[in-house]
């Protein structure tokens, strides 16, 4: 469990860069059940695509290296 949390912080700061141009930013919380909850920051935070955001991207990159996760959650402020 341990590899898989540090191999999702690791993807989650790979996808930071591309937030932070945007004004935003996104904060791992927990893996658990195979759910990654998560916390965006900033402009992501009250954004109207946060949603294709974090499944259109975030999700499907992490699933693409970590194909047990099924899903992921937005923790809100």
Do not use: H
Not at 3 to 9: G, R, S, T
Not at 29 to 43: F, H, P, Q, S
Not at 58 to 75: A, C, D, R, Y
């Amino acid at each position: 469990m341990k590899e898989i949390e540090q191999k999702i912080k690791d993807l989650i700061s790979e996808i930071q860069p591309y937030l932070n141009m945007e004004g935003g930013d996104i904060e791992f919380i927990k893996y658990e059940d195979n759910y990654v909850y998560v916390k965006l920051i900033g402009a992501c935070a009250n954004c109207e695509a946060q949603d294709n955001t974090l499944k259109d991207y975030v999700l499907s990159m992490l699933q693409s290296e970590i194909p047990e996760i099924v899903g992921i959650i937005n923790v809100p402020l």
